[in-house]
């Protein structure tokens, strides 16, 4: 299984890294090049219906398709959380008929529902634990 940590960088600055050597810029949104948390949830959610719709829109469209997933939902700051986030496949389907679009845009639809973690996962909830570990204990 991949490890994934953070390492504080800066004020309100870290690095998200993980086992496979990626890495990924996160901080506030007054700091330039990186990503909020909230942001790092909204992509990691609109890659994750990419993912699980490729292999329906790579069947139908072929290998090189283009789409570009955008993703967005404000922050409730009265309760720190997304109460809405919004996404929105964009790919060209000029070459489908509107049968075939339809057909094409429900198979996608439910290999997203089936098969995406990140969205299922905010769908459904799930309990997220949190501990404290003093490093200067012996």
Request: charged share 30%; proline share 2%; net charge negative.
């Amino acid at each position: 299984m991949t490890e994934l940590w953070v390492e504080r960088t800066g004020v309100r600055r870290y690095t998200g890294r993980s086992s496979r050597g990626a890495e990924v810029l996160i901080g506030s949104e007054d700091v330039d090049g990186v990503f909020t948390p909230g942001e790092l949830l909204k992509i990691a959610l609109a890659a994750c219906s990419g993912m699980s719709s490729d292999h329906a829109l790579r069947g139908r469209l072929g290998d090189d398709y283009q789409t570009t997933i955008k993703v967005s939902g404000p922050a409730d700051r009265s309760q720190e959380r997304y109460p809405l986030i919004e996404e929105d496949l964009v790919v060209d389907l000029s070459g489908l008929s509107d049968d075939e679009i339809a057909k094409l845009k429900t198979v996608v639809e439910r290999s997203i529902d089936k098969v995406c973690t990140v969205g299922r996962t905010l769908k459904s909830g799930t309990e997220v634990t949190f501990e404290v570990t003093n490093s200067g204990q012996s």
